[in-house]
């Protein structure tokens, strides 16, 4: 069986700049997988590559065994690709339903029609709905999002992309400003999502990762440094090395 | 053949001339966007300001020709001063929409009060009589007020570039541009040097219209008129490029000259088009940089 | 009064939404010297219909609208000169000559955004203006065009000099246009660039093709752009170089503004009053005229985002609460 995402010898440098240099990356499908690294070390081009918001300079981008390197946002996202942001991006100004239903129509390729009103396509609102209720957003459904707390705008982001209904979820800290009287809410929905759902989660918190994750991605200055269950992880000394010279300097 | 050589050279000498005029009106206004990100549309106002204060100066105080120059600098990079910690200075964070809408109510403005105190019609330029006569060389002669721009020009954009090349002040500028929050983290005031460089900004358009005023009219519509030639300079050029609009600006004034003297029925078609297709090439600009 | 669109709005016209329409048949009875100063205001709110479209729903920031409403104008005036003077046939051609310069720009402008956008709407619209200017036997250049006549529409209403007919012809209109824009804003499309205009990144990643939705929203809105350009010249009976300026661009701006963006109702507020005041103040004192609509610019942005409207929206929002 083909892994969910892979990338096959993707380097990407800004001039003289080398931000990332021949990483070989598979994603199983199911995975809870986490990549990890030091700040600096291009996790996040990385992941812009990935959704296709950075051209690689070279290397294969694949989803379920298909070639999407050259293709769009819009196309990867058509593919199964979904994302969630490290700094919140949604639609301030517009309701919380409305947000994920965005998505939803968006996959459901309703965006495009002209005439009959939103409201009348009732599945999208639905489905919107119940995915809002399985988070504990519904009683904020009808709030716009610039009214919410900081934690549960977190939460909009993961719905919207559950909207799309994935098959590999990137999440970029998404935990991130969160404080920790919320986020064991964000760590609940973390281990409630789909299994059939391949996650690659990005993380600075230690905590969540080795709680999360089964398998873990080291990232240092472009390149991977190692990859393994999070016990050999954990005993790694390079990765030791890493994590407690960053704390040193 | 003769004729053409010598209409060749006439058209390139005025072209110059007026893509100088242009440049130094138009410098500040990319500095501005680049180094604050402020979209400036009233920029224009500055420099019609300066050819006003420079008109009156002389016309109705009878002040000579350098004075009221220096006088028109001065007054507009104070005024502005003023505009950019009582107005601009609040609408840096803002929109771009709102950006838009401030400075296109400025401009509204300054028409307005533009028409109520010179009238609708262009103030009369009466140029001092060393610069009104021809210069003989090279077996030609050259209008001596355009030598004069010329010339003139070279050394405000050779200091200006000293100046940002070489001073204190311009390595601040650079660094704010190229990183602002670094700029701002490593303890660099930031208020205090966008208030000065776009003092320096609308000095310098404000110089350039005081100079450039028989070539363009000082009339009330000033800013509106010119708009578009001025943001061409900076976004062909670059935003937060000296050498792109210095460049962008040459190659209007020539162009515009050159198509007004052999296709005037083309007008100022080809500059547009030529616009259009640079954009579309390099939305950044020839100098800018990619985002 | 807030007409934002999206999956719960509830799309049905509420009873104030025929005010504006009271109000209009209103006039046409009260006011009927001021008739074709009326045809003006509902020409120019179908043309700030379109820039709200774009601008307020789908947060492009054009200096250039008047190319297609100019573009309209000349394409409905040049068919009048040498074809045929059927009205709706001209409306149609100037929809459709519009619509098609908007797909071309469209493709064009909106691969940009920031200062090149801004740069190329004007450039373009600069374009547009050069063309008109030189393309004398065409266009008719600075003298304009005019000399053509206008048959009656549908072969039975004929253009009048107190402008009755033009009055109801442009209601009419408007009210099309009124009804296609508010189905299009309740649409899951109109809900979609509300999107875009939120969150440029959001909805890339949610898998909206933005740049081939924000260029088919474009081209609507020039079409719509077209056929108000095509109706003033079916009214007034002339096309001058003005309806490609700039200033008619800014002016546009300045009425959508006033009345408040992506609301539906700002763009028949804005023109109304806007327009309405010109012809009280702008004759005689054209300096102030300009100063006011200047410093109304300026206070808008400082103090109150949603021109007439949102001003309106705060006060009842103010009252509710103090009765409660």
Not at chain 1, 35 to 62: D, E, Q, Y
Not at chain 2, 21 to 37: A, D, N
Not at chain 3, 13 to 29: D, K, M, S, V
Not at chain 3, 157 to 174: I, P, R, S
Request: aromatic share 10%; net charge neutral.
């Amino acid at each position: 069986m083909s892994p969910a995402l892979e990338t096959q010898s993707l380097c990407k440098s800004f001039g003289a700049l080398t931000v990332a240099s021949e990483i070989n990356f598979r994603l199983e499908p199911g995975a809870r997988h986490a990549l990890i690294g030091p700040n600096g070390a291009g996790k996040t081009t990385f992941v812009n590559m990935l959704t296709g918001r950075i051209p690689p300079t070279s290397g294969r981008i694949l989803i379920g065994g298909e070639d999407i390197t050259a293709l769009g946002q819009a196309a990867r996202v058509k593919r199964g690709l979904g994302r969630t942001f490290q700094i919140n991006t949604l639609f301030q100004n517009v309701a919380v339903v409305d947000n994920v239903a965005f998505a939803v129509a968006e996959r459901e390729g309703i965006a495009w029609r002209m005439f009959r009103p939103a409201r009348s396509y009732r599945g999208v609102l639905d489905e919107s709905m119940a995915l809002l209720d399985t988070l504990g957003l519904a009683a904020d459904a009808r709030l716009t999002v610039a009214g919410l707390p900081y934690g549960k705008q977190r939460l909009v982001e993961i719905a919207i992309a559950l909207g799309l209904k994935p098959s590999v979820l990137l999440l970029d800290e998404p935990a991130a400003g969160v404080p920790s009287l919320e986020s064991h809410r964000i760590l609940e929905v973390l281990d409630a999502l789909p299994k059939d759902i391949a996650i690659l989660i990005i993380e600075h918190d230690m905590d969540l990762v080795f709680r999360f994750a089964q398998r873990i991605t080291v990232l240092t200055q472009g390149t991977v440094l190692v990859e393994g269950t999070p016990a050999e992880i954990a005993a790694d000394h390079q990765v030791r090395e890493v994590y407690l010279g960053e704390r040193h300097a | 053949m003769q004729d053409f050589l010598s209409s060749l050279v006439s058209v390139a000498f005025h072209g110059l001339a007026y893509g100088m005029i242009l440049y130094v009106i138009s410098v500040g206004l990319s500095v501005t966007m680049g180094l604050m990100g402020f979209v400036n549309l009233a920029h224009g106002v500055f420099a019609m300001a300066g050819g006003y204060v420079m008109l009156s100066a002389m016309n109705s105080y009878g002040v000579s020709f350098p004075i009221a120059v220096a006088t028109a600098f001065i007054a507009v990079a104070v005024a502005s001063m003023v505009l950019e910690r009582l107005l601009y200075s609040r609408l840096y964070t803002a929109g771009e929409l709102d950006q838009v809408l401030f400075t296109i109510g400025l401009i509204f403005m300054s028409v307005a009060i533009a028409r109520l105190v010179y009238g609708t019609l262009p103030q009369p330029v009466r140029l001092p009589d060393y610069l009104t006569g021809q210069l003989h060389f090279l077996g030609r002669d050259f209008p001596a007020y355009r030598v004069f721009l010329i010339l003139f020009s070279i050394s405000i954009i050779g200091l200006l570039w000293f100046g940002v090349e070489r001073t204190r002040w311009g390595a601040m500028v650079r660094a704010a541009v190229d990183y602002r929050a670094m700029a701002q983290s490593v303890g660099i005031n930031t208020s205090r040097l966008f208030t000065l460089t776009f003092a320096l900004g609308s000095g310098l358009a404000a110089l350039g219209g005081a100079l450039g005023a028989e070539i363009i009219a000082i009339q009330p519509t000033y800013p509106f008129e010119h708009l578009v030639f001025f943001l061409i300079v900076v976004a062909v050029g670059g935003l937060g490029s000296l050498r792109g609009p210095f460049v962008a600006a040459l190659l209007i004034g020539v162009t515009d000259t050159a198509c007004k003297y052999w296709v005037p029925e083309f007008g100022a078609f080809f500059i547009f088009s030529v616009t259009i297709a640079v954009l579309l090439w390099r939305p950044e600009g020839l100098f800018g940089r990619a985002a | 009064m807030n007409h934002t669109g999206g999956y719960v709005a509830d799309p049905r016209i509420r009873a104030i939404e025929w005010l504006p329409w009271a109000i209009a048949l209103l006039c046409y009875f009260v006011a009927p010297t001021y008739l074709p100063l009326g045809s003006y205001v509902l020409t120019m709110i179908i043309f700030a219909l379109s820039l709200d479209l774009i601008l307020g729903y789908g947060g492009i920031i054009t200096l250039g609208h008047s190319a297609y409403f100019g573009t309209g104008a000349y394409a409905a005036g040049i068919l009048a000169a040498r074809l045929t003077g059927e009205p709706l046939i001209g409306l149609l051609a100037g929809t459709l000559a519009a619509g098609l310069l908007g797909l071309i720009t469209g493709l064009i402008i909106l691969r940009t955004r920031g200062l090149a956008l801004l740069m190329l709407t004007l450039a373009i619209t600069s374009l547009c203006f050069e063309v008109a200017n030189k393309a004398t036997s065409w266009t008719g250049g600075a003298d304009g065009l005019g000399g053509f006549t206008i048959q009656p529409i549908l072969g039975l209403f004929k253009f009048d000099f107190l402008g009755k007919t033009a009055y109801v012809y442009c209601l009419v209109v408007l009210f099309a246009c009124w009804w296609l824009v508010r189905r299009l804003v309740y649409s899951p499309f109109g809900a979609s660039l509300t999107g875009v205009r939120e969150n440029n990144v959001r909805m890339h990643a949610a898998g909206a093709p933005v740049y081939r939705r924000l260029v088919i929203a474009y081209t609507i809105s020039a079409a719509l752009a077209g056929l108000a350009g095509a109706l003033l010249t079916q009214t007034t009976q002339f096309v001058g170089l003005k309806v490609l300026g700039f200033e008619l661009s800014g002016e546009l701006m300045v009425m959508l503004i006033l009345g408040g963006f992506g609301r539906i109702y700002g763009a028949f507020v804005g023109p109304l009053v806007f327009l309405v005041a010109q012809d009280y103040l702008a004759k005689q004192f054209p300096e102030y005229w300009y100063f006011g609509i200047g410093a109304m610019l300026v206070l808008v942005v400082m103090f109150a985002r949603g021109g007439i409207l949102g001003i309106i929206d705060a006060i009842i929002a103010r009252l509710r609460r103090t009765q409660s």
